[in-house]
């Protein structure tokens, strides 16, 4: 039996000081979506003068999640009202939660301690192009369904 992937599936929010919507289907993401990526190995493997290895299980969880919207999204501007409210202090920087969820799948991606790494770059040319927002999520749990 096949098996079939369609970003309609897709749910996502972020949660944090100043805001709570929608990152997922439904925000004018754009073609590229959603992409979440650990920063640093599990595993460090040594190999010893003798040719013996060892494993060093790392405990770091974090990473990043990167959400590309149209520059037409109106997710932008709530990203960014989000960004200068949390900006001003740090009593309320990395406090944000993302999770990710796709509904067919069975996936389930939670972020926590995350903060925004930057403002999108901004550029105005011939077509409208995407912003893209990068966060770092110090801690990142996730299971992967079955469909």
């Not at 790392?58 to 900006?87: C, E, F, I």
């Not at 996936?107 to 926590?112: K, P």
């Not at 901004?122 to 192009?129: I, P, Q, S, V």
């Amino acid at each position: 039996m096949g098996r079939a992937y369609s970003f309609l599936d897709v749910q996502a929010t972020i949660v944090g000081p100043g805001g709570s919507f929608n990152l997922g289907n439904g925000a004018a993401n754009a073609e590229e979506g959603i992409t979440v990526e650990m920063v640093e190995d599990k595993n460090t493997m040594t190999i010893g003068a003798d040719g013996t290895p060892m494993h060093s299980l790392h405990a770091g969880k974090a990473g990043t999640v990167t959400v590309r919207l149209l520059k037409t999204s109106p997710v932008n501007a709530q990203l960014q009202a989000m960004y200068d409210l949390q900006s001003v202090s740090s009593a309320v920087w990395g406090q944000n939660v993302i999770s990710i969820n796709n509904k067919a799948s069975g996936d389930n991606i939670g972020c926590r301690y995350v903060a925004f790494k930057k403002v999108p770059n901004n550029t105005y040319a011939k077509d409208g192009g995407t912003n893209e927002w990068v966060f770092d999520a110090g801690a990142i749990d996730s299971i992967l369904g079955t469909y």
